[in-house]
């Protein structure tokens, strides 16, 4: 059972696991493996980079990549930058995308560079969207900035207060009776799922479990 006092960025749960066990591999990906300490570091780079390019409090970050390490680390660092996380389809067209990021109010886009194509053809019309980070580089294509570079500028770390009511992530339903619309998830629903699921026996997840994820991570069930 999680025990919450008080407000909780989802985050955090990510660095009481680094703090109580720095070197366990937290993520095994193509035989790397990233340990909880290594993972929480780039959180707080990802998070600083983020704050640098004016994300703050309640700011949306679009996240459009398959199953790679960025997506964790954006997915965390933009909420311990305050955030909310909009994870989107890497199957969905120009159209859809452009929809959703405007529905949302994107300010930030985090992509790999196989759909830098997608994002881009719709970018300009997108009034809030102020950056396009792509997962990789540098060098990157003309009207993005490489993700790598931002993360080493060594900007300081934000101290971004939370409450179970802020927002965590906004997923857009795929849209198949009418437009996708955003289902919004505060950090209080979700922390409440994980305890939920902690509590069924033979669920919860023990410090020794291997997790394989078959799943792609932008599905809300993953």
Same mark, same amino acid.
């Given at each position: 059972?999680?025990?919450?006092?008080?407000?909780?960025?989802?985050?955090?749960?990510?660095?009481?696991?680094?703090?109580?066990?720095?070197?366990?591999?937290?993520?095994?990906?193509?035989?790397?493996?990233?340990?909880?300490?290594?993972?929480?570091?780039?959180?707080?780079?990802?998070?600083?980079?983020?704050?640098?390019?004016?994300?703050?409090?309640?700011?949306?970050?679009?996240?459009?990549?398959?199953?790679?390490?960025?997506?964790?680390?954006?997915?965390?660092?933009?909420?311990?930058?305050?955030?909310?996380?909009?994870?989107?389809?890497?199957?969905?067209?120009?159209?859809?995308?452009?929809?959703?990021?405007?529905?949302?109010? *994107?300010?930030? %886009?985090? &992509?790999?560079? !196989?759909?830098?194509?997608?994002? $881009?053809?719709?970018?300009?019309? @997108? =009034?809030? /969207?102020?950056?396009?980070?792509?997962?990789?580089?540098?060098?990157?294509?003309?009207?993005?900035?490489?993700?790598?570079?931002?993360?080493?500028?060594?900007?300081?770390?934000?101290?971004?207060?939370?409450?179970?009511?802020?927002?965590?992530?906004? *997923?857009?339903? %795929?849209? &198949?009776?009418? !437009?996708?619309?955003?289902?919004? $998830?505060?950090?209080?629903?979700? @922390? =409440?799922? /994980?305890?939920?699921?902690?509590?069924?026996?033979?669920?919860?997840?023990?410090?020794?479990?291997?997790?394989?994820?078959?799943?792609?991570?932008?599905?809300?069930?993953?």
């Amino acid at each position: 059972m999680l025990r919450r006092d008080g407000g909780m960025n989802l985050a955090d749960l990510l660095r009481r696991s680094a703090n109580g066990a720095p070197a366990k591999p937290a993520l095994v990906f193509r035989g790397r493996s990233i340990p909880y300490d290594d993972l929480d570091e780039r959180v707080d780079q990802t998070a600083a980079a983020l704050a640098e390019l004016g994300v703050g409090h309640g700011d949306r970050v679009a996240l459009l990549a398959g199953n790679v390490p960025e997506f964790v680390s954006t997915l965390y660092g933009a909420m311990r930058a305050g955030a909310a996380v909009c994870p989107l389809n890497i199957a969905l067209t120009s159209e859809e995308v452009g929809y959703i990021l405007a529905d949302a109010g *994107a300010k930030v %886009a985090v &992509t790999e560079m !196989a759909s830098l194509p997608t994002l $881009l053809a719709v970018s300009d019309r @997108l =009034a809030d /969207l102020q950056a396009v980070l792509a997962i990789g580089g540098p060098p990157v294509p003309a009207r993005t900035i490489s993700l790598e570079e931002v993360l080493a500028t060594g900007a300081p770390v934000p101290r971004v207060p939370t409450t179970d009511t802020d927002l965590a992530v906004v *997923a857009y339903t %795929a849209g &198949t009776t009418a !437009a996708p619309r955003g289902a919004m $998830l505060s950090h209080g629903h979700l @922390l =409440a799922n /994980l305890e939920q699921m902690s509590a069924v026996p033979n669920l919860g997840v023990a410090p020794d479990d291997v997790v394989l994820l078959a799943l792609p991570l932008f599905l809300i069930y993953a």
